[in-house]
């Protein structure tokens, strides 16, 4: 099983990035996704996820309205795209996955990637 995140980098406040996550070794349809990040100093927080389907996305109110998940199965990734970002969402994001077909969220996960670097800052 293996997750790798990649596409962080440095970005001027209000830029974008898109995140992708590229998972092999299991059947990404059946696993909930999740984005999370971990700054300096900080707890890891959970921020975005999204069903096995692809149907049901969640996120954190710091990610609502300006971040959004999706995947293609097909494809065996997983993406956030990250508009309006701010100086606050300087972190490491990684993802998660987890083999799961319930309504929210999953509590916990059982799969991780290395994590990517972004980092918003003029």
């Known amino acids: 099983v293996q997750l790798v995140e990649s596409g962080g980098g440095l970005v001027q406040p209000g830029g974008s990035l898109r995140l992708s996550c590229a998972t092999s070794?299991?059947?990404?349809?059946?696993?909930?996704i999740g984005w999370f990040r971990q700054a300096p100093g900080r707890e890891r927080e959970e921020i975005a996820c999204?069903?096995?389907?692809?149907?049901?996305?969640f996120y954190d109110h710091s990610a609502k309205g300006r971040f959004t998940i999706t995947r293609d199965n097909a494809r065996n990734a997983v993406y956030l795209q990250m508009n309006s970002l701010e100086p606050e969402d300087t972190a490491v994001y990684y993802c998660?996955?987890?083999?799961?077909?319930?309504?929210?969220?999953?509590?916990?996960?059982?799969?991780w990637g290395q994590g990517t670097q972004v980092t918003v800052s003029s």
């Open positions: 998660t996955a987890k083999m799961y077909s319930g309504y929210y969220c999953p509590t916990e996960y059982d799969y």
């Open positions: 999204i069903s096995s389907s692809g149907g049901r996305t």
């Open positions: 070794g299991f059947s990404l349809a059946l696993y909930a």
